[in-house]
């Protein structure tokens, strides 16, 4: 027992690592989009995080750094509308274009996420990505994004919560630590059992 526990928790703290050295993201860089990532809303409000990611989307897009914003995330929990729906209705609401924003709402999770706005890049002809979310969930994002073969730049929406060193932050980022070893111990098994369906719907 204690073996097994030592070989999760090795790799755990590999991955916390990974986790904290990425929540700076990318230099900022031209992208034909911004994908801002969905978060489970609270009722049909949005949670102080998915507003965080939405405000700093906004800048983004208002500094130039790309001409249209893709939200995404689906019907979740007891709401009645999607997290899409939320997020597109939230940027509308302060005076941005119909025309330039776009919803992914089919989505349950972050890899679906990806997953189903690849297919959109591709109908679009998008090539690369501004990536928005908070910054201890960007490691994980940007390796589920590289997996699915998608060009994005990560930009971590610094506003937030929890706090930076509080005792939600370290759990949040001990929570990100094992899901991204587990995402990576997922892949690994897919291709070692040949599972091409799993494979499909990783890379």
Not at 123 to 128: A, C, K, N, S
Request: with cysteine.
């Amino acid at each position: 027992l204690a073996l097994l526990s030592a070989l999760t928790l090795v790799p755990v703290l590999l991955r916390l690592r990974e986790v904290l050295d990425r929540v700076e993201g990318d230099a900022p860089d031209a992208a034909d989009a911004i994908l801002v990532l969905g978060r489970k809303l609270e009722g049909d409000a949005l949670s102080p995080v998915f507003e965080a990611r939405l405000a700093h989307a906004e800048a983004l897009h208002r500094a130039g750094l790309a001409p249209r914003l893709v939200v995404a995330g689906g019907l979740t929990g007891q709401a009645s509308r999607s997290e899409a729906e939320a997020g597109v209705q939230w940027l509308s609401d302060r005076g941005l274009p119909p025309e330039i924003l776009f919803a992914e709402d089919r989505s349950q999770h972050t890899l679906e996420n990806l997953f189903y706005v690849r297919a959109l890049m591709n109908d679009q002809g998008w090539r690369e990505l501004l990536l928005v979310s908070d910054p201890l969930h960007l490691a994980r994002a940007g390796a589920m994004a590289r997996g699915l073969n998608l060009h994005v730049r990560c930009s971590p929406a610094r506003a937030c919560p929890p706090p930076r060193g509080s005792r939600g932050w370290v759990g949040r980022a001990l929570f990100e630590a094992f899901y991204l070893h587990w995402y990576h111990l997922g892949v690994a098994y897919s291709r070692l059992i040949g599972s091409r369906r799993q494979l499909e719907r990783v890379t």
